[in-house]
């Protein structure tokens, strides 16, 4: 069992799940340092916007590829729960069963830009629920 097999049980549950063996220490501290650095096609500060405290910062393509990799992995993975959640509220739940899928579904409607985000917080910030 990978510590992300009981995301959608935990989703279910509490509306959030915690994967603290998905990525090393190493690989925590790699992922930060990008956050300074190239690669991101803009920059959302949440107090503009009511979304909390902090900002976030969309990647641009190509990925990262350790990120590219936690895409591919966790899709499957999710793909169960976000057909029941669209289900219960009445919304289309035909995800295709792959991540390649779903983002030909996403660029055919025009939604071609990449949509992994890297958070920063610092002391006191926090996330609103927004849509």
């Known amino acids: 069992m990978t ?10 549950a509490d509306g959030y ?7 090393t220490p190493v ?3 790699a992922l930060r340092a990008l956050y300074d650095g190239p690669g991101f096609r803009s ?6 916007h009511a979304y909390g405290v902090g900002e976030y910062r969309y990647f641009d393509y190509p990925l990262p590829p350790r990120v590219q990799q936690l895409r ?8 169960d729960t976000a057909r029941r959640w ?3 509220l009445k919304l289309p739940a035909d995800f295709p069963p792959t991540l390649a899928g ?9 939604q071609s830009r990449a949509t992994p ?8 910030g926090h996330n609103r629920l927004h849509q």
Do not use: F, K, W
């Not at 799940?17 to 990525?23: E, G, K, M, W």
């Open 3 to 12: 510590p992300a097999d009981d995301i959608g049980p935990a989703l279910e």
């Open 17 to 23: 799940a915690r994967l603290p063996a998905l990525l």
């Open 27 to 29: 690989e925590c501290l």
């Open 43 to 48: 920059t959302v500060v949440m107090e503009r």
């Open 72 to 79: 591919e992995a966790l899709y499957g993975r999710l793909l």
């Open 86 to 88: 669209n289900t219960r």
């Open 102 to 110: 779903y983002l030909r579904t996403c660029h055919a409607a025009g």
């Open 117 to 124: 985000l890297l958070l920063r917080y610092r002391e006191g």
